[in-house]
């Protein structure tokens, strides 16, 4: 009982941490928007407008095509992203840029609203359904003409604490990445951190040792639950082997034993047995006209 | 003449680029048959992909030529997916049972995992960066796809120096591993006989595969590609009704991928890359994980030991099983434990932790990956 209150805890411990690992940044993130447009990056048209820039925040590549963007907390399928569009399939951790200039008619990526630069602009992007909100972002006035506001490094909209990181950012950067990753930042802090690898050392082994004890622990309870099971069969079978787990001979003198009983029997029955049956073999079918034979073996598992 | 100039700087190349560094692969795998079935692959694979061509021709014939066809088979090394192909091989050749018979010998598999990490630190001592530390000490892990995977991930300059540090120090353990046995056991510790393992049934060898694949995946999702593939191979092989499956895991496919990642690894190591001060001091490192990963197997046996009763005790002399480097390692247990009681077989006891040595250094990976990646 003792074992089968351990699992439970055990596989109740998986569960939890399996919980506590939640998602917190969306598939789809509105990175980067700039309100006003006076000398920045222009358009295919040679036009200067607001813009708005949105990241795949997954690994995989995703379609925008169907999806809405909008403007209007209260009309969320204001903007419908046309679908069929090669250039919304957005590759993993890439960006597409939207131009706010409500010019719908010049292409996929220019949406039927402009941005106000005198009052807060609400921007979100709805599923295809139009009501499940995939992310939204509030633009506060008075951000100066040609700078932005978005995420410091892409697709992270918030930090341990759950505060958003929303901010105005130092760099314009339109369809590429907020944060220019010259070197992994992983290595860099270890190489601050750590610099002799104990820490990382210890912290291995003890997830290395844990996975490992877990492991253990789990199946000498299923062993034992094994060889429990096998002892009640045995026992009630009433063979030879049931003496094994009563007694303290090892496997190799039962062996020994059972060959010799076997060995013994045989014996007995080659003295006793001396009378010779010979009895018909009445064939009731020809292989000839079997439908077995007829059919083609079935392939090996 | 201009012909015969060319042929000299082309051979002058040859020699630059190679070393012929190819020959003395090819030697120890024919001559000494260490490692044959990759150092083979390996030593002419270099030769293929160090033959001086001109690139400006536009061939497409280099292996770092995008399209080509050595490049194509590359990429199964840039991007990783030899190595679990290999682990799903090994899951399906690997027999769990004296594992699960006796599963406090998943212990000794994690404590020579220090190998790793003793030769992580050595590395970061030695100048080394973080993510090429990480890259050199899965050599302690003595598990070649682990190596390569891990390496194509952190420090892809690296390859060739670690793949083959790796595997001829796996090819070499029969020489590295029985001194420490040795030195580090009393003549009574090494005549210690362990029970026979007990019968593993069916339903826990089917259960084997699935329940370790969640546990340690929980623990570390980065390990999921080499683990995952490892007891799926697993799996195939003790279900007991997909035998055609697991042969072809085991047989032809691992065979397959055996040949293109030897031969791929070879053909993108060249002696520019290679032949550097860098190497010497990767397979000193190499050495020095290997040590650490027996000496670690063996003292944590022996500390495990003072908590056994009498009759449980554990042989040191298996305490080096758990470098994996399967079954090599298990097969020196049994031998240096003849040497010393003629009675004494080891083998079976020694394959539980040379395959926890499997799965410890698989998880190790995935560790290093989540914190180096």
Known sequence: ?301 | MNTLLTLGDNLKTFWDYTGMANAIFIYLAIAKEYEPLLLIPIGFGILIGNIPFNEAAGLQVGIYEEGSVLNILYQGVVQGWYPPLIFMGIGAMTDFSSLIANPKLFLIGAACQFGIFGAYAAALLWGFAPNEAGAIGIIGGADGPTAIFLTSKLAPQLLGAVAISAYSYMALVPVIQPPFMRWLTTPKERMIKMKSPRVVSQTEKILFPIVGLLLTTFLVPSGLPLLGMLFFGNLLKESGVTRRLAETARGPLIDTITILLGLTVGASTQATTFLRPESVKIFVIGAFSFVVATCAGILFVKFFNLFLKKDNKINPLIGNAGVSAVPDAARISQVVGLEYSPSNYLLMHAMGPNVAGVIGSAVAAGIMLGFLY
């Open chain 1, 1 to 301: 009982m003792n074992k089968l209150k351990q699992l439970l805890f055990l596989s109740a411990l998986i569960l939890l941490v399996s919980c506590t690992i939640k998602d917190e940044n969306p598939r789809w993130v509105i990175n980067e928007v700039m309100v006003d447009n006076q000398t920045g990056f222009m358009d295919d048209f040679g036009q200067r407008n607001g813009w708005i820039e949105i990241f795949n925040n997954t690994y995989k590549t995703q379609d925008l095509g169907g999806r809405y963007l909008t403007d209007d907390p209260n009309n969320p399928k204001k903007y419908p992203i046309p679908r069929g569009d090669v250039l919304t399939k957005i590759p993993p951790r890439q960006h597409v840029l939207f131009w706010a200039d409500n010019e719908p008619f010049n292409g996929t990526f220019h949406v039927n609203f402009k941005l106000d630069p005198s009052k807060d602009n609400y921007i979100a992007l709805y599923e295809n359904d139009g009501k499940t909100l995939l992310d939204e972002i509030v633009i506060p006035a008075g951000l100066p003409t040609d700078k932005t506001y978005g995420y410091p490094a892409d697709g992270i909209k918030f930090d341990k604490n759950n505060n958003t990181l929303a901010t105005q950012l130092e760099r314009i950067t339109p369809s590429s990445n907020n944060a220019v990753l010259e070197e992994n930042p992983k290595v860099v802090s270890l190489q601050e951190n750590d610099p002799f690898g104990v820490t990382i050392t210890i912290t291995s082994m003890l997830v290395v040792f844990l996975g490992l004890i877990l492991l253990y622990l789990i199946f000498k309870a299923i062993g034992n639950t094994a060889k429990n099971i096998s002892h009640k069969r045995v026992a009630s079978a009433g063979t030879l082997s049931a003496v094994r787990g009563e007694s303290l001979l090892t496997g190799e003198v039962l062996a020994a034993i059972s060959a010799a009983i076997h060995e013994l029997n045989q014996d007995v029955h080659d003295i006793e047995s001396t009378i010779l049956t010979i009895s018909e073999v009445r064939r009731k079918y020809s292989p000839w006209s079997s439908k077995l034979y007829t059919l083609r073996q079935d392939p090996r598992r």
